[in-house]
């Protein structure tokens, strides 16, 4: 059955089975697609054939000009472009910038999570089929890479940061201690290493009750238990001068070390100058944290 152009009323809610419609069909209400065809094809288990099909909203738009589709957007800047609303700024682009699939945010304070992954493993090979061999992979343990997989060989962590080192004692308490603008720590790590670099000089110092052992405090990381060993420059000290530090075990503290000529002792408290402008020590280690 045919229906032309300038067909008749048919009445309300006329049912008609194989329609063929000449020109244009203009529905005012909802259209509904019956659920066993469409273009003679089955919709569930086969293919549904639209031919021409332009849709030009906000929400949907087919740019057939330059043969791009855009979601949330009325101008896509790649053949898929799926515009997420938020600020203008979040965007998932399939065949942008000679890419697969890029993701954009071109307004920073927006700070979006670029990707999460929920499931699954994500791959990276040579060759552009992806059947050369495996660079890296990025699975829940980690990142392995060369095609291990081994839980054990992920990369789960990196990180760079700061902190600040304090002296304190190994009995007792200092009074006081004032550190001039000489006083850093910095520390990178990489799985499970922590690689770190400590500079500090005082100003004055106020013994009190502190006796014992130079203690160096505040590694960003629990060690493991075990103990590790780190250089040490120094100058201007009240005595001895440290020349080797030790982190201790399961701890965030190091001790240092110099050498009396024969053997290494710990650095005492009374080593430490009091006046300004001394016990500047650089310290460079790599411990495991626990």
């Avoid at 920073?108 to 999460?116: D, G, Q, V």
């Avoid at 006796?211 to 201007?236: H, K, M, R, W």
């Avoid at 300004?276 to 460079?284: D, K, L, Q, R, W």
């Amino acid at each position: 059955m045919t229906i032309k152009q300038q067909g008749g009323i048919f009445g309300r809610n006329p049912t008609f089975n194989d329609v063929e419609v000449e020109g244009t069909l203009t529905a005012t209400g909802a259209v509904s697609v019956p659920a066993d065809s469409i273009s003679g094809n089955a919709i569930n288990g086969g293919t549904a054939t639209l031919d021409g099909l332009t849709v030009d909203t906000t929400t949907f738009h087919v740019d057939s000009s330059n043969n791009r589709i855009g979601v949330g957007t009325t101008s896509p800047i790649a053949v898929v472009d799926v515009d997420m609303g938020v600020d203008g700024a979040r965007r998932l682009l399939a065949n942008y910038d000679d890419s697969i699939v890029s993701l954009k945010s071109s307004n920073a304070s927006a700070n979006p999570e670029t990707l999460r992954l929920i499931g699954g493993n994500i791959r990276f090979n040579t060759g552009g089929s992806g059947s050369g061999s495996e660079i890296a992979r990025v699975t829940d343990n980690g990142i392995t890479f060369n095609g291990d997989t081994a839980a054990a060989n992920a990369l789960d962590d990196y990180e760079e940061g700061t902190f600040t080192p304090t002296i304190t004692s190994g009995a007792g308490s200092f009074s006081s201690i004032t550190y001039d603008n000489a006083r850093s720590g910095q520390y990178t790590k990489v799985g499970n290493l922590v690689h770190f670099q400590i500079r500090m000089r005082t100003d004055a110092i106020s013994v009190g009750t502190a006796s014992g052992a130079v203690v160096i405090n505040g590694l960003p990381f629990t060690s493991a238990n075990e103990q590790t060993s780190c250089s040490v420059y120094s100058q201007d000290m009240g005595g001895e001068s440290p020349i080797t530090g030790q982190v201790q075990n399961s701890d965030t503290v190091l001790v240092v070390y110099y050498y009396s000529g024969t053997s290494y002792s710990i650095l005492d408290v009374t080593d430490l100058a009091t006046g300004g402008n001394s016990n500047y020590m650089f310290i460079t280690g790599t411990y495991t944290a626990a």
